[in-house]
């Protein structure tokens, strides 16, 4: 099987390449491939132009790189699918007006919004980033959930646009079509002016000719929809899933945004995670650090099963000691293979909270032991 071209390959860079190089390159690429300007196939600059997005939304973040460095590009699989699923103008749009580009995870509502307002025809409508929080164990075994999304259908008569279908659009009164209107802030002495999305046409510049009979021209249909998300199973905080068209609806009668779970995991009682790999402070008796034993131990598993393994204590063990245990932290997949992490466990001592009367004399005769020996 060919080796699929990695993210560096796709932008033409080395690995070792400076993040000025690195934009330098995507600039050089995308303006190449951007589908109002490529000469070629249109499909094919399409492509291209989606894989050079995708390469440069992972490539310019510093901890989605270090992760694909470490875990290849599979180790990016949630964002990677995420950036494929953007529409690719959004991103070129977003570099060639100094936008961040992360500010599509950071923006909530309609971080391109700027841009998008002053185009014409039907764009389309604005993605949605929500906050989803997941335990260790729903992370370990993959989960679905049913969100309720924070804002309403979009009314199926006129799809959002607020206009009887095919009765078409007029001109906007308040704005004179510009989609613009001056707004007047004072503070103290001076007024300010800025220049804002007009109000009654929402930016568009033009409103529906006859109002739409079955939402009134609210362009919704008051309901919110429950949907439904798979979250694929080994996910960390700071990734996210993204579910196509299921964004805010576009009141211009193009496609509906894109729905974007920003991960995020819950601190555990007992585990810290890194990467795929499980660390845990392990308690152990006094006798069992010295001599070596066998205890049952907890490891991360699915919730409601019995998660728990037997581990070797090697003889004089100190605490603050590591016992690995190979392929028991997080799995997840990895260009097609399964892919687990290992379990740390840091030794450290237990101290009983009540002991016998025969557990003191044994220590008593222990102690006299040792500091005879000493
Ligand atoms: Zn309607
Ligand atoms: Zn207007």
Redesign the pocket.
Known sequence: MARKRDFYDVLGVQNNVSEKELKRAYRKKAMQYHPDRYKGDKTQGEEKFKELNEAYSILSDFQQRQRCDRFGQAGNEGIGAAARGANPSDFFSSIFDNFDIGSIFGGGFGSTQRTRRQQQGPQRGENVVLDLSLSFEESYSGVSKKVKMPFYKP?P??M???GEPDKGMKTCTTCRGSGIQEVQHRSGMFIQISREPCRKCEGRGQVPEVR????R???HSGQREEIKVTIPKGIDSGEAVRVQGKGKPSNTGGMPGDLIFRINLKEHDTFERNGLDVYMRLPVDYPTLILGGTIQVPVIGSKGEDNTIALKIPGRSNISDVVKRNRTGFTRKIRGNEVSGDSYFVLSLRIPKKITKTQKELLKKLQLEFNHKK
Do not use: I
């Open positions: 009314c008569n006129c959002g646009t607020g739409c009979k079955t939402c021209g609210a362009g």
